[in-house]
Nanobody, 127 residues
Framework: QVRLVEFGGGSVQPGGSLTLSCAASGYSRQSNCMAWFRQTPGTQREFVASLSGSVRSKDYHTSVRGRFTISEDSAKNTLYLQMDGLKAEDTAVYYC????????????????????WGQGTQVTVSS
């Protein structure tokens, strides 16, 4: 059973940077897809960025493209999200997600494509 634990949330001023980490354990092979989602109270979980397939194709939500960077360190089984140029609207709880299923590559933008989730980490952007 895959276990995911996020680190690195916190409070930052607009224009600042944060790096989120997600430590993965409990599986024998690399996840087919890994992603970051975020959620604010009263809204559905929103796609932020993903890595898919053996070539680790990267996708980003249009609102974060050019500001956020998703990456992973396979040796450490860790997924990262580097967030630069943060805006107030980036405030949310950020979740790490993973899927061993091959079909997650068809739609890595939807939460239903993932079957393992971290507990979430709060990111607050405020002056």
């Amino acid at each position: 059973q895959v276990r995911l634990v996020e680190f690195g949330g916190g409070s930052v001023q607009p224009g600042g940077s944060l790096t989120l980490s997600c430590a993965a354990s409990g599986y024998s092979r690399q996840s087919n897809c890994m992603a970051w989602f975020r959620q604010t109270p009263g809204t559905q979980r929103e796609f932020v960025a993903s890595l898919s397939g053996s070539v680790r194709s990267k996708d980003y939500h249009t609102s974060v493209r050019g500001r956020f960077t998703i990456s992973e360190d396979s040796a450490k089984n860790t997924l990262y999200l580097q967030m630069d140029g943060l805006k107030a609207e980036d405030t949310a709880v950020y979740y790490c997600a993973a899927s061993q299923n091959s079909w997650c590559r068809a739609n890595p933008f939807h939460p239903d494509s993932f079957n393992a989730w971290g507990q979430g980490t709060q990111v607050t952007v405020s002056s």
